[in-house]
């Protein structure tokens, strides 16, 4: 059973940094698209960076360009590095993979459980 588990969440300041981590199993992503997702609490979940498998094109929203940088390893690893982390960027941060093309939307096919990340000011 294909799965995605992140790891990497956690309390830090503003102006701080975290690196999240996403692991895949139960299959080859390799022809996958890689992104992340976050979910603050009472709002929808909302895209923040993408990865596509062909040519590793990126895609960030604009809240976070420049601040944030996805990058993968392999088949089956995505990591998404956050600097200058700001108070509203607390939120279950998850990971998710695609078929084929990258999507600003939420219809992924595979989800990670979701790691915390807060941001204290």
């Known amino acids: 059973q294909a799965q995605l588990v992140e790891s990497g969440g956690g309390l830090v300041q503003a102006g701080g940094s975290l690196r999240l981590s996403c692991a895949g199993s139960g299959r080859t992503f390799s022809q996958y698209a890689m992104g992340w997702f976050r979910q603050a609490p009472g709002k929808e979940r909302d895209f923040v960076a993408a990865i596509s498998w062909s040519d590793g094109s990126t895609y960030y929203a604009d809240s976070v360009k420049g601040r944030f940088t996805i990058s993968r390893d392999g088949a089956n690893m995505v990591y998404l590095q956050m600097n200058g982390l700001k108070p509203e960027d607390t939120a279950i941060y998850y990971c998710?993979?695609?078929?084929?093309?990258?999507?600003?939307?939420?219809?992924?096919?595979?989800w990670g459980q979701g790691t915390q990340v807060t941001v204290s000011s």
């Open positions: 998710a993979a695609r078929g084929v093309i990258v999507s600003r939307t939420t219809s992924w096919e595979y």
